[in-house]
């Protein structure tokens, strides 16, 4: 049996107790945008989960925990490349972790990503009845009740966290009262607190933490709250991809390589599509858009293609076949991008000083990858190390260099 609906008309809570009242054996899979979220269940109790979001990937939280470093884990997934290994394995013979510190740092993840299920209201969700697939790292089995207690725990300590910090634009600074010496014993919140220096925006704190967006946003609250930070400003961010209003015409060759303009938002989220967008008022209007990407895909231009795709998908979110059209798309640009925009083994130099750039509308993720930029690490390396999606960064790169702010050399 499947069932499929959305979190806004069915919520988590009463979907999870509906599978645990009968029992069920199957996969809850949770859309988002463009990721995705799967817990297993096994007669009514979780039995594993999984999940295809950056921040939940093993590298990079054994990043934001302090466990691990950037060119640790950069040499790391090079050996599994090259290898097929586990991660996890690979770490442990190299000495970075020991095998009670990976199974300790799996355990967590299992549970961070888990309960983390709780920060997605705007899901699209499908349950697929059945047998569980075999193979996964770390098995679970946990009553759903506790899971539900512990989901309205977060739900609430997130809305008060988000009365604060409610713009991604917020810019942070340390004032003179300085942490108990306990944070500074704790890897994570170290690295956080020092991530803190007066320019910085929360976006780009969360993308350096390298870790869950609840978990950091939960300590910058704390430091917050304690009158250890302090807020400069809010910020306008950039906005790196096109925005709904592209559905209006089809964009110009040439708008890949402008500046994105500042466009301040009110949360973390994404703001909602104009109704005008919505396939039940104007399905002309989407289908127009979705004609004028095919013809830019034809024409092999594929960024600008992107652009409006992403558009539409962002106006009619539920729409799963739209979604896989967007995915086949990216596909499409990643292909293209690894063989012609920002190839693998090129190495990105900055074509002017970093202090010069503070003039420039940057997105917070064009600001993370340039401070990656160090005339060393080629794009492969850089790419593989950023919690991002893997086309976010190819895109964002190809941008950086359209725009004159670095150049691609041979490695040395």
């Known amino acids: 049996m499947s069932l499929q609906g959305s979190l806004s008309t069915m919520s988590l809570p009463d979907l999870l107790q509906w599978v645990a009242a009968v029992r069920k054996t199957g996969t809850l899979e949770l859309v988002r945008g463009k990721g995705s979220k799967r817990i297993l269940f096994r007669e009514g109790r979780v039995a594993a989960c999984a999940s295809d979001e950056p921040a939940d990937r093993l590298g990079h939280f054994l990043v ?3 466990r691990i470093t950037v060119p640790v884990l950069r040499d790391a997934l090079a050996k599994q490349e090259s290898t097929g290994k586990h991660l996890g394995a690979l770490l442990v013979e190299s000495g970075a972790l020991t095998e009670e510190d990976l199974a300790h740092h799996l355990e967590a ?20 009845e059945g047998a569980l697939p075999e193979g996964y790292v770390l098995p679970l089995n946990l009553r759903v009740e506790e899971l539900l207690l512990r989901g309205a725990r977060r739900h609430d300590e997130a809305k008060r966290i988000d ?15 300085r942490p108990p010496a306990e944070v500074f014993k704790n890897r994570m919140a170290r690295g956080i607190y020092e991530s803190i220096n007066g320019t910085r925006t929360v976006a780009e704190i969360l993308l350096h933490a390298h870790g869950s967006e609840f978990l950091v946003k939960r300590f910058l609250f704390e430091l917050f709250r304690s009158g250890m930070v302090e807020i400069l400003e809010v910020r306008a ?24 303009a500042p466009a301040p938002r009110p949360a973390v989220a994404a703001a909602p599509a104009p109704r005008a967008l919505s396939p039940r008022d104007d399905p002309r209007k989407v289908q127009a858009g979705l004609d004028a990407a095919r013809r830019l895909q034809e024409r092999g231009e594929l960024d600008a293609a992107l652009d409006l795709l992403n558009a539409v998908h962002r106006a009619n979110p539920e729409d799963d076949a739209l979604r896989r059209l967007v995915l086949d798309a990216e596909v499409a640009f990643a292909d293209k991008a690894w063989k012609h925009y920002v190839p693998a083994g090129k190495v990105p130099v900055l074509t002017r000083p970093v202090d010069s750039l503070t003039g420039e509308t940057l997105s917070p993720l064009e600001v993370f990858l340039l401070s990656r930029v160090d005339g060393t690490w080629d794009v492969k390396s850089i790419i593989q190390v950023a919690p991002i999606r893997e086309v976010d ?20």
């Open 393 to 412: 960064a190819l895109r964002t790169l190809k941008k950086l260099r359209e725009r004159g702010l670095i150049e691609l050399r041979d490695p040395a």
């Open 64 to 66: 934001s925990r302090g």
């Open 163 to 177: 009365a604060v910090f409610h713009d991604p634009g917020i810019v942070l600074a340390r004032t003179g009262k």
């Open 237 to 260: 961010v950039a906005e790196p991809e096109g925005t709904p209003q592209a559905l209006a015409a089809e964009p110009a060759p040439a708008m890949a390589v402008v500046a994105p």
């Open 109 to 128: 993840k299992a549970e961070e990503t888990l309960i983390s299920v709780f920060d997605w209201h705007d899901a699209s969700f499908t349950w697929h």
